[in-house]
């Protein structure tokens, strides 16, 4: 079956530091990926789309400046939270999907705990 | 725009019965796709079942079934024999048909809390 990897599977930081966080395709070609935030018992939120090679596209109300996703090869697309605050704290979920495959395989997800 | 519901915030069955969980869904698409995902406590999203718009006939997958009911745009799953592994958080999700201008993405309902008791 697809693989998706997430690597770290949580990381503690101090506010206003950066964090960068990897989702990795293992045994195919991404051409879509997808990022979510979770909160406790609530539903997964998307917050942006990227394709291979462009830029990615962010849904209404999430910041493209604090949350910067790179989608730069087949296999990875990083998202960077950007001068993180406690707000920040949540689970971060990310999927993919390859072309014409009418499914997303998700990553085990990253939980984010900022100071 | 597309919507989904899920009206039962949190079921409970007893271990080895049947338990049926709900699921609406709004949209002015002829041709799509439903999905219900099992997010169990290690919160690793896994695909439980899937149903193409297009198909009458209801998907099954082993213990898991749904009531694909297309016209009162109602998706509902069936868990057979329940078991504690099933305990979990269940979302139905939909996803128009691929084209040009969509790239797959899914629509989440807000999802049902399962506890299996033994």
């Known amino acids: 079956g697809a693989v998706v990897s997430q690597h770290p599977s949580w990381v503690i930081c101090k506010s206003g530091t950066s964090v960068k966080i990897e989702c990795r395709s293992l045994d195919f070609q991404a051409t879509t990926m997808f990022w979510y935030r979770q909160f406790p018992k609530q539903s997964l939120m998307l917050m942006a789309t990227?394709?291979?090679?462009?830029?990615?596209?962010?849904e209404q109300g999430v910041e493209k400046d604090k949350f910067l996703i790179n989608h730069a090869s087949l296999t990875l697309s990083t998202l960077t939270v950007t001068s993180a605050h406690p707000e920040d704290s949540s689970f971060y979920i990310c999927?993919?999907?390859?072309?014409?495959?009418?499914?997303?395989?998700f990553g085990p997800g990253t939980r984010l705990t900022v100071l | 725009a597309q919507t989904v519901t899920q009206s039962q915030p949190e079921m409970s069955v007893q271990e080895a019965e049947t338990v049926t969980l709900s699921c609406t869904y709004d949209t002015s698409e002829n041709n799509y796709y439903l999905f219900w995902y099992k997010q169990p406590p290690s919160r690793q999203m896994i695909l439980v079942i899937r149903q193409e718009a297009y198909k009458q006939q209801n998907a099954t997958e082993n213990r898991f079934s749904v009531n694909f009911q297309k016209a009162a745009k109602s998706f509902s799953l069936k868990i057979s024999d329940s078991q504690l592994g099933d305990t979990a958080m269940y979302f139905c999700a939909f996803m128009k048909q691929m084209g040009s201008s969509n790239t797959g993405k899914l629509i989440f309902g807000q999802g049902t809390t399962l506890q299996v008791k033994p």
């Open positions: 999927s993919a999907r390859s072309g014409g495959r009418n499914e997303q395989f």
């Open positions: 990227s394709n291979e090679g462009s830029k990615a596209t962010y």
